[in-house]
């Protein structure tokens, strides 16, 4: 597993989601805008959905969004997700049928 994602879940058990959001966001945006596909779709992988907050959860899937034609395991992390926020969050369900 990567250091950054331990970073994110480090941050997000202390109660720093803005922070861990904004190492997602750089991180992921960083491997997309460089070509790098399959690692992201590899780091995407190692994420435990479980130790993310609704926050962090809509930002993982907003951050590949754009490339979701090029990660292909983007549909079974969106099929996770929906699940994950359906206990968390379900108001927050309706909105995911876009991403």
Known sequence: MTTWVEKIYSLVEQGKSYKAINILFKEID??????????CNES?????????DTSLLVGLLSITFPASDKLSYRPEMVEKIRT?????APDRVGRLRSM
């Open 30 to 39: 960083d491997l997309l805008c460089e070509g790098e596909f399959e690692t």
């Open 44 to 52: 995407l992988k190692t994420f435990d959905l479980e130790r993310l």
């Open 84 to 88: 994950r926020l359906e206990n968390l």
